[in-house]
């Protein structure tokens, strides 16, 4: 729908529509965590820290906490499946006393031909406080939070005149993006540096400095990875990306990450791995069969990145033998969904290394947090 034009202007726009922010919060909008600097970080983790002390449940939450986003509604606008993101991103906005609306694109106007800007000018004018986002196209987001301040500065200057005008203009919701194409998804990266710190003793300043987390997989089809990256390296630990040449872009070193073939080579050295899957919806088949089939036969994979599935497992599924040569106190981390077998083995998966249910804890704390700071509470 917007394409890479598109998603290169908005990028670029990034600053123009992130709200007014001081440099120890998110400002209004949270787009992308590249260009974050660590106060800001580190505030809005210090905020998730907070929260996470309690029950995920929310059965012991101080009623205070119900009064934060009391009045408030928050709309999640997922035109991407989702399961871990919008059910933590409804909790979280709830735990904080908001209404909470959902919509997808199969039950709303855009599957008639309605643009994505268009169906989020109606939400906005309908009275939300905030938008949560998944879209398939980078750079989504940011078009939509600068299309929504434009038509805020026009109401503002008189544009809109007509009974109601400054209300309406007052009245623009924050956009927090829940994943964009391949681009960023600044909430998993937040509580992925969130669980990194806590696993290593790093909760008191989120100081990630002489920590060596390792990202493997599909990076080249992950926004996950590239919030992981923009994050860890603002906090300070050093990041290495890790997987075939045709999955990990060269690119990336631009962005700080250090770049390797050789998965056993580096393993003995991390504190952290986060294990990202293959996104063969991502990438452009070859030889006309279907992804799920490849998975689940462990046959040749039907995309063009990788031989096969059970040569990517032999070289870099994280299993139980690769998992013993690790430190011990050496995190295991995946955002899901997880496909056992080909990128991590159930053992892995299920050690007491692994931190994958952590994440998920974690997640509606962190989005919280998120909430609260983008809404100026």
């Not at 036969?297 to 299993?319: D, F, K, M, Q, W």
Request: charged fraction near 15%; proline fraction near 3%.
């Amino acid at each position: 729908m917007l394409g890479a034009v598109a998603h290169a202007a908005s990028v670029a726009g990034v600053a123009g529509a992130a709200g007014v922010a001081s440099a120890a919060d998110l400002g209004r909008h949270l787009l992308q965590l590249h260009g974050l600097g660590a106060p800001a970080l580190r505030g809005v983790l210090a905020r998730a820290r907070v929260y996470a002390g309690h029950d995920a449940d929310g059965a012991h939450d101080p009623a205070s906490w119900r009064d934060r986003l009391r009045g408030r509604v928050v709309a999640n606008l997922f035109f991407e499946d989702s399961t871990r993101t919008r059910v933590s991103f409804s909790l979280a906005a709830e735990r904080l006393g908001a209404r909470v609306v959902n919509l997808t694109s199969v039950g709303s106007s855009v599957s008639k031909g309605e643009s994505l800007v268009d169906t989020a000018l109606n939400v906005a004018a309908m009275g939300v406080d905030a938008i949560v986002m998944r879209h398939k196209s980078s750079g989504a987001p940011h078009l939509v939070a600068r299309a929504l301040d434009q038509r805020q500065n026009a109401l503002g200057s008189g544009g809109g005149a007509g009974v109601g005008s400054s209300a309406t203009a007052a009245r623009v919701p924050s956009i927090v993006n829940a994943g964009d194409g391949k681009h960023e998804h600044p909430t998993q990266g937040l509580l992925d540096i969130y669980t990194v710190a806590q696993r290593t003793g790093r909760l008191e300043a989120f100081d990630l400095s002489g920590l060596s987390v390792g990202i493997v997989g599909d990076i080249a089809s992950s926004r996950v990875a590239r919030s992981n990256i923009a994050g860890l390296v603002a906090l300070g630990a050093r990041v290495v990306c890790v997987g075939p040449p045709t999955l990990v872009p060269r690119g990336l070193a631009s962005l700080g990450a250090e770049l390797t073939s050789d998965l056993d080579g580096v393993l003995g050295g991390l504190d952290a791995i986060n294990v990202l899957r293959i996104q063969f919806e991502r990438h452009e088949p070859a030889g006309g069969g279907g992804g799920g089939g490849a998975v689940a036969s462990g046959g040749p994979a039907v995309g063009n990145v990788i031989a096969s599935v059970r040569e990517y497992h032999e070289l870099y599924g994280l299993t139980l033998a690769r998992l013993g040569r690790m430190k011990p106190s050496a995190v295991v981390m995946h955002p899901g969904p997880i496909n056992r077998g080909v990128e991590i083995s159930s053992e892995a998966a299920d050690s007491v290394q692994s931190a994958v249910l952590a994440q998920v804890r974690h997640g509606v704390a962190v989005r919280m947090a998120v909430l609260e700071q983008c809404l100026g509470v």
